[in-house]
């Protein structure tokens, strides 16, 4: 079973409008959160993170909230924009793991003209 | 140049051949890790190493096999690959954050093996 799941495997959305990208995770040890964003013929690159101390963290427009209880998180882009684009991935992390991440199969973000 | 180069970008190679994927990293980090990508199953690891001496395996390690020629190299390779190798290959590079955790993740742009 996957640890880390994103259960929408791809998502359209208005330029302008809020793009939110879900993740939930199984394992509630995990307590490191990260998204990668992915263009094609490209590695992923990070775009935000968020420990469980926390359950919000910004940067410019993107938004990442923690819902521990939930085991949920999100990530929300406002205003999204046609370059934001690409495949994001959710990773988790815990010292039972190694100090390694685990990751999301991917949801692929179609931000429309 | 980018930081983590992956070599070669592309492989289409034949059951039973084996098989080595290199990465080299310019970012002076002391961990490094390889990744495999398939659809619907995001990144998976295979191997990864926290300095020149230390090799671990990873969620999927089976099949495969590392060796960490220093600081700045990581391989990968396949024995004897086979078709369900067929995936698209990352190899990462990190530093601790805060001290405990790994940090971000720094990505190469990926290696893209076909085996038939």
């Known amino acids: 079973d996957q640890q880390v799941k994103q259960n929408s495997p791809s998502l359209s959305v208005q330029e302008g409008r809020i793009s939110i990208l879900n993740c939930d995770y199984t394992n509630s040890m995990f307590d490191y959160f990260l998204w990668y964003k992915k263009y094609p013929a490209e590695g992923p690159t990070f775009l935000i993170s968020?420990?469980?101390?926390?359950d919000k963290n910004e940067d410019g427009r993107f938004t990442v909230f923690l819902n521990k209880s939930a085991k949920h998180l999100s990530l929300h882009i406002v205003p999204s924009q046609p370059g934001d684009s690409a495949v994001y991935f959710c990773?988790?992390?815990?010292?039972?793991?190694?100090?390694?991440?685990?990751f999301g199969p991917g949801t692929r973000l179609s931000v429309l003209p | 140049d980018a930081d983590v180069t992956q070599t070669p970008r592309n492989r289409i190679t034949k059951t039973g051949k084996r098989i080595m994927l290199e990465c080299s990293q310019t970012?002076?980090?002391?961990?490094m890790y390889w990744y495999r990508q398939d659809p619907g199953l995001g990144l998976r690891l295979i191997y990864y190493?926290?300095?020149?001496?230390?090799?671990n395996k990873g969620e999927i390690s089976d099949g495969y096999s590392v060796s960490r020629q220093a600081q700045a190299k990581f391989s990968l390779s396949l024995e004897s690959a086979i078709p369900n190798q067929t995936a698209l290959y990352f190899c990462?590079?990190?530093?601790?954050?805060?001290?405990?955790?790994?940090?971000?993740?720094?990505f190469g742009e990926g290696s893209r093996l076909t085996v038939l």
């Open positions: 990773a988790a992390s815990a010292i039972d793991y190694g100090q390694n991440f685990v």
């Open positions: 968020i420990s469980s101390i926390k």
């Open positions: 970012k002076g980090h002391d961990r």
């Open positions: 990462a590079t990190s530093e601790p954050d805060r001290g405990l955790f790994t940090g971000e993740l720094f």
């Open positions: 190493s926290f300095d020149v001496k230390d090799i």
